[in-house]
């Protein structure tokens, strides 16, 4: 008992030891993320690639085929590489610049919130307008639909689409930046020590 409280005391003793563990959590918290997003773009190629050059309803990006195959390339093998720790510093280049597009191009109109809450000091006139969609469209759910079992997984909710998620990805893939893969806890840890 003596044995395991001693190395119970050294191993959390120093930080060091420990310090490995941030990294790999922003880690496996983004790479799903990443790798999800990735997917969604490459199963549905031609329909991105419209997306990305249609300058009415899409980004009206140039070169569309080659920028959405850049972006799902970024975001599937960045993730994968996230997971392993591989390339960890280098790899978040490429996806900051993914989540300043998605910032820049796609959310930043409609503001901070990604869930519309009128109750936010974030409201701009988007969410504010917002509430009476969503209680005109409970009052539909309550009168014809199943409401209880519809919100029996959360609050039916209305989508703001804002910056919220991309600038909190980008804050921690710079964190990622700086920090790296994590000691003992990444690829780029073991590689680097030889």
């Known amino acids: 008992m003596q044995a395991i409280i001693a190395l119970w005391q050294r191993v959390f003793s120093s930080t060091q030891t420990l310090e490995g563990i941030a990294p790999l959590a922003i880690r496996l918290y983004l790479a799903p993320v990443f790798m999800q997003a990735g ?3 490459l199963s549905h190629f031609s329909d991105t690639v419209a997306w990305f050059g249609n300058p009415e309803w899409g980004l009206g ?23 392993l720790g591989l390339l960890t510093r280098l790899v978040s280049i490429p996806l900051m610049v993914t989540m300043l597009v998605a910032i820049f191009a796609v959310h930043w109109e409609n503001g901070w919130l990604a869930i519309a809450d009128s109750g936010s000091w974030l409201a ?5 307008d917002s509430a009476e969609k969503l209680e005109r469209g409970r009052a539909i759910l309550a ?15 209305i989508l703001n689409n804002g910056i919220e998620f991309g600038a909190t990805y980008f804050v921690m893939l710079l964190a990622l930046y700086f920090l790296g893969g ?4 990444s690829l780029d840890h073991f590689l680097s020590r030889n």
Do not use: C, H, R
């Not at 701009?124 to 504010?128: A, C, D, I, P």
């Open 39 to 41: 997917w969604n773009k």
């Open 61 to 83: 990006l140039p070169l569309p085929g080659l920028m959405a195959g850049l972006a799902a390339g970024t975001e599937l093998i960045g993730g994968g590489l996230l997971v």
């Open 143 to 157: 009168e014809n639909g199943n409401i209880d079992w519809l919100t029996s997984s959360g609050n039916f909710v």
């Open 182 to 185: 994590g000691k003992y806890t």
């Open 124 to 128: 701009n006139q988007q969410v504010l």
